[in-house]
C-alpha cells in the first residue's frame, strides 16, 4: 500500500501536464454538461463521443512518432484514405464485413509500415516524407471515391454509434434489458471502441521493447544507439502503429457517416488538430516524454471547446478565433511550470 | 586470493587495427591484447587513439581493417549491441542514458525482464534494485526519472547497467571523472570484485593515482600507435607521460607567486539560494586564483551558476569593485559593468554547439565584437578566430570544420577561448579539466596562471584536489551550502583539504 503510495505520488510528479489534463476535461465537460439544457444524459454523451471518436484516434497516431521526436503529416489523409476503402468493402454478410474492417485497418497499417521505412532507410525527417506521402495518400483516397458515396451495413452504423444497449439489440446478443446489464448499458459504443485500442493495443505497446525503444529514442537518440537498442525497427513501428491508429479513425469515420468522402481540407484540418490534441495531452514535441491516453484525453478537450459554441450564442464567424485563443490559452497551462524554475538552464535541457 | 595470474589467457586480441577519418589516420596498425581477470589501463594524451579503439572493440566504429579475436575466435561486431551480447560492454564518457526514461527502465532497456512478452515493471524493479545495491546507490530510487539525478549518480547508474549486461570485458572510459570520492571508492571495491570473477576490466583515465592504484597492467598510446605494454611498477611515472607526451614536462603546475593579501575585487556576500546555497562569503582578488573545493554535490556548482545569473531567487549580494551586481542572465553578466564568464560544467551541452563550425563556437559569446552595425564583419571575423586559435593553440584543421571534430581537450580549448573573447574581469570556471589529457591541463594551468597575471579575478571549481594545491593562491571548501574553511598559502595541501571536504577538522582557518 505505501509503495502503491509513493508510486502513485511518484507519476503524478513525473506526469504533472497530463493529471493537469484529465482535471481541465473533467472540470469542462462538468460545466458542459451543467450549461446544456438536456446535460447529463445518455443521449448528449452519445451524441459527444461520435463527434470525438475519429480525432481522438488520430490523436493516438500522432502520438507515436511524436514520442520518436518527429511529426507525422499524413495521418489525416491516411485517415480519410481508409474511410474510402471502408465505404468500398464493409457491407454485404457479417464475413464480408468482418473483411473488409480488417482490410481497412491493415491497409492503414501498410501504409505507415511504408512511412517508417522510407523515413529510416531513406534517411529522412518524418515530417517531409508524411507531407509527400500523405498527398499520395489523399491522391489513392480520390481514386478510390472521385466523389463522395459508398455504403456501409446499416446495422453496424446503427450498433457503432450508440449505446452499449443498441449495439446488444442490433446484434441480438442477449436481453438489453437484463437486470446485470443495466449500470453499464448507457455507455456510448465508440468510447468502448476508443478504450478498447487503447488497452488492447497502445498499453501492450508500450510496455513492449519495441515501445520502450520508441521513447528511449525521442529522449536520446544516440543514448539509445549506445544502448544496442532497436532503432530502425522501433521507428518502422512507430510509424505502422500511427498508420494502424488513423485507420481505426477512418474506419470509424465511415461507419459513422454511412460513407467515403476524400475531402482534402477535412484531412488536413484533422492532422492539425491532431497535433494539438497531442500538446493539449502533454506530450512533448521534443519527443520521449508523454504517450496515447494523455493524446486521447486531449483530443475530447479540443472537441468539448467546441462543443461550447452550441450551448453559448457566440456570431458562428467568430468561432475560429475564439478556438484559436482557447488552444493558446489551453496549451499554455503547460508552460506554468516554468514559472516554479528556480534554476533557468532546466527550461533547456 | 588474489595469486598474482599474469597467466591470464588474452581474451581480446587485436591484429593490424587501422581506422581513417575523412584521411586523418586515428589508428595505424595497432596490436593489443588484454587478459581476463586483468585491469588494464589505457593511456594516452586527447587524439592519441584510445576512444577510437574501444569504440572499435566495443562495435560502435565500422569499417575499420585488421583483425579483433575473442576468447581466440574472430570476431567483427558491426552494432554495440552484438559486442554487449558477445560480453564486451563500455560505459561511455558521454553518457547513454535516456533522461526521460526512469533509473529501471534504463538499467534494463536493452534486455528488460519479460512477462507474456511484456516488460515485467516489477522484476525490473527489483532487478535495478539489486544492480544498486551492489554499487552501494541503495539511495537511488529506481522510480526516478534520470532527468532528475546529478551528474554522479547517473554516473553510478551507468555503471549498474553496464553490470546488468553481465560482462567479460568491461571498458570504463573515464567513467569516474564525475564521481564523488565515496563512489570512486565503489568503483575500486567492484573493479576488484570483477577481477575476482575473471572479468577483464579495461580502464580509461587522465588520473595518474588512479591508475597506479587500481591497474596491473598499462598500455601507452601515442598519435594513433600502441607504443607499449608493461606491468605496473616497471615504468616510473615520470617514464610513462614521457611515452604519452613524447616529451621531458618538468613541473606539473606554474610557479604560483608568493603568498600575499590582494584587496578583493569580486565580493560574495550571504548568498543564498533555494537550500542549496546557505549563506556564502568569499571574496577574490584581481590577480588571484581561489579554488573551489569539497565533495562533489556541496553547492559549488550552483554558486558558479548563482554568480553568473542563471538561477532565480537568489538571496545576499554580490559585488565589484565595491559596486553591488545582480546579473539576472548570462547575457547580462557577460556584459555588465563587470564582466563575467563561465566555463561550464558540460561542454557538451552547455559549453558547445557541436554541430557549429569552430570559428562560429569560438564567437559565439562575443558576435556584437566582430560586428559592423547588425551584420558580422568577416575580416574582423577571421583576425578574432586566428588569434582565438593561436592564443589557445587549439589543433584544428580548418576552423570551419564542425566542432564535434576536435578531441576533448581541444573542444574544451574552444570553449575557454570562447569566453577569453569577451574580455572578462571575473573568469568562473566548472571543472575545467574534467576528461582531459595531462597536457592540454598543464597548458590550461599555464593560461589560469597567466589570466590572473593580467588582472582577472579567477573562480576555480576541481574536483581534482592535487589541481586545486597546484593552481591556487587560496582555497575555499564547501560542505552542505557553506564554505567551511578557507586554506592560504602553505596551509593548501590534499591532507587539509580531504578533511575541509569530509568536515571533519578542528583547526579551522577563520
Not at chain 2, 382 to 391: S, T
Request: glycine residues 10%.
Amino acid at each position: 500500500m505505501e509503495s502503491f503510495k509513493n508510486a502513485l505520488a511518484a507519476s503524478i510528479r513525473q506526469s504533472r501536464a497530463f493529471y493537469g489534463a484529465v482535471a481541465l476535461l473533467v472540470i469542462i465537460y462538468l460545466v458542459y454538461n451543467i450549461l446544456h439544457p438536456h446535460g447529463f444524459s445518455s443521449a448528449v454523451l452519445v451524441q459527444n463521443a461520435n463527434e470525438m471518436a475519429a480525432i481522438a484516434f488520430l490523436a493516438m497516431a500522432q502520438t507515436v512518432p511524436v514520442l520518436l521526436g518527429g511529426l507525422d503529416l499524413s495521418v489525416g489523409a491516411v485517415m480519410t484514405l481508409t474511410s474510402c476503402i471502408a465505404s468500398e468493402l464493409v457491407h454485404g454478410s457479417p464475413a464480408t464485413i468482418l473483411f473488409g474492417m480488417v482490410m481497412t485497418l491493415l491497409s492503414g497499417t501498410a501504409f505507415g509500415l511504408l512511412n517508417g521505412i522510407i523515413v529510416v532507410y531513406g534517411r529522412l525527417q518524418p515530417i517531409i516524407v508524411t507531407l509527400a506521402t500523405g498527398a499520395i495518400a489523399i491522391g489513392l483516397a480520390l481514386f478510390i471515391r472521385p466523389k463522395p458515396g459508398g455504403e456501409i451495413d446499416a446495422d453496424l452504423n446503427w450498433a457503432v454509434t450508440n449505446s452499449l444497449r443498441d449495439l446488444v439489440e442490433t446484434y441480438h446478443l442477449f436481453n438489453p434489458d437484463a437486470g446485470w446489464f443495466a449500470p453499464v448499458a448507457w455507455i456510448p459504443v465508440p468510447l468502448l471502441a476508443l478504450l478498447a485500442v487503447a488497452v488492447l493495443v497502445w498499453i501492450p505497446f508500450r510496455k513492449s521493447v519495441t515501445g520502450r525503444t520508441v521513447y528511449a529514442i525521442g529522449s536520446a537518440e544516440g543514448a539509445a544507439y549506445m544502448s544496442g537498442l532497436p532503432i530502425n525497427r522501433a521507428k518502422i513501428a512507430a510509424f505502422a502503429l500511427a498508420g494502424f491508429f488513423a485507420a481505426c479513425g477512418g474506419l470509424y469515420l465511415a461507419i459513422q457517416t454511412s460513407s467515403g468522402n476524400a475531402d482534402v481540407m477535412q484531412a488536413g484540418a484533422y492532422t492539425l488538430n491532431s497535433i494539438a490534441a497531442v500538446v493539449l495531452g502533454g506530450t512533448s514535441l521534443l519527443g520521449g516524454i508523454g504517450g496515447a491516453i494523455a493524446s486521447l484525453v486531449g483530443a475530447c478537450i479540443l472537441r468539448v471547446i467546441s462543443f461550447y459554441f452550441r450551448i453559448v450564442s457566440i456570431d458562428p464567424l467568430l468561432q475560429p478565433l475564439i478556438e484559436g485563443l482557447v488552444l493558446l490559452a489551453a496549451v499554455s497551462l503547460g508552460a506554468l511550470r516554468t514559472l516554479r524554475v528556480k534554476n533557468n538552464l532546466d527550461l533547456f535541457r | 586470493m588474489s595469486d598474482k595470474t599474469s597467466a591470464g589467457m588474452p581474451i581480446i586480441e587485436l591484429r593490424g587495427i587501422s581506422k581513417s577519418f575523412s584521411g586523418a589516420r586515428a589508428l595505424k596498425e595497432v596490436d593489443f591484447s588484454c587478459r581476463s581477470g586483468s585491469t588494464h589501463a589505457i593511456l594516452g594524451e586527447n587524439g592519441a587513439g584510445k576512444s577510437t579503439l574501444i569504440k572499435i572493440m566495443s562495435g560502435v566504429l565500422q569499417p575499420y581493417s585488421g583483425e579483433m579475436r575473442l576468447n581466440g575466435q574472430q570476431v567483427r561486431f558491426r552494432s554495440p549491441s552484438e559486442a554487449a551480447r558477445a560480453g564486451i560492454v563500455c560505459i561511455f564518457q558521454e553518457l547513454s542514458l535516456m533522461p526521460d526514461l526512469t533509473v529501471a527502465d534504463n538499467i534494463s532497456i536493452s534486455d528488460p525482464p519479460r512477462r507474456f512478452g511484456l516488460i515485467d515493471g516489477r522484476a525490473q524493479r527489483h532487478r535495478a534494485e539489486a544492480l544498486l545495491a551492489r554499487i552501494r546507490c541503495e539511495d537511488v530510487n529506481p522510480n526516478t526519472l534520470v532527468r532528475d539525478l546529478s551528474l554522479s549518480r547517473r554516473q553510478m547508474v551507468e555503471i549498474a547497467k553496464a553490470l546488468g549486461m553481465a560482462p567479460r570485458v568491461l571498458i570504463l572510459d573515464e567513467a569516474t571523472s564525475a564521481l564523488t570520492s565515496r563512489d570512486v571508492e565503489t568503483v575500486y571495491g567492484l573493479l576488484g570484485e570483477l577481477k575476482a570473477e575473471n572479468v577483464a576490466s579495461l580502464f580509461i583515465s587522465h588520473r595518474m593515482h588512479e591508475v597506479e592504484r587500481l591497474c596491473d597492467t598499462l598500455s601507452v598510446f601515442r598519435n594513433g600507435s600502441h607504443v607499449d605494454t608493461f606491468m605496473k611498477g616497471e615504468r616510473s611515472p615520470a617514464e610513462i607521460v614521457r611515452m604519452m607526451i613524447g616529451r621531458d614536462v618538468e613541473a606539473h603546475f606554474p610557479q604560483k607567486p608568493a603568498p600575499r593579501d590582494t584587496a578583493p575585487y569580486f565580493e560574495i556576500d550571504s548568498l543564498t539560494w533555494e537550500n542549496r546555497l546557505k549563506g556564502i562569503n568569499l571574496t577574490v582578488g584581481r590577480g588571484e586564483i581561489v579554488g573551489l573545493g569539497g565533495l562533489d554535490g556541496q553547492g559549488q556548482k550552483e554558486l558558479l551558476l548563482a554568480l553568473f545569473g542563471v538561477l532565480r531567487g537568489v538571496g545576499g549580494e554580490i559585488r565589484a569593485a565595491g559596486t553591488p551586481i545582480s546579473p539576472s542572465s548570462p547575457h547580462a553578466a557577460k556584459t555588465g559593468k563587470t564582466r563575467i564568464a563561465l566555463v561550464p560544467e558540460d561542454r557538451k551541452t552547455e559549453g558547445l554547439m557541436l554541430p557549429m563550425s569552430i570559428a562560429d563556437n569560438l564567437l559565439a559569446a562575443s558576435f556584437d565584437r566582430v560586428s559592423s552595425g547588425p551584420f558580422i564583419d568577416s575580416g574582423k571575423e577571421k583576425a578574432a578566430v586566428e588569434e582565438g586559435i593561436r592564443k589557445l593553440q587549439i589543433k584544428v584543421n580548418k576552423a570551419t570544420d564542425a566542432v564535434a571534430t576536435l578531441s576533448g581537450g581541444n573542444q574544451q580549448k574552444v570553449v575557454i577561448a570562447k569566453w577569453l573573447m569577451t574580455e572578462p574581469d571575473v573568469i568562473l570556471l566548472n571543472d575545467p579539466t574534467r576528461g582531459i589529457d595531462v597536457g592540454t591541463k598543464q597548458e590550461i594551468y599555464k593560461l589560469m596562471r597567466e589570466l590572473a597575471d593580467e588582472g582577472k579575478a579567477i573562480l576555480f571549481y576541481s574536483t581534482d584536489y592535487a589541481e586545486l594545491v597546484g593552481c591556487c593562491d587560496r582555497v575555499a571548501v564547501m560542505y552542505d551550502g557553506t564554505i567551511t574553511t578557507e586554506l592560504k598559502g602553505s596551509a593548501i595541501n590534499e591532507e587539509a583539504i580531504v578533511a575541509a571536504s569530509l568536515n571533519i577538522n578542528t583547526q579551522s582557518a577563520a
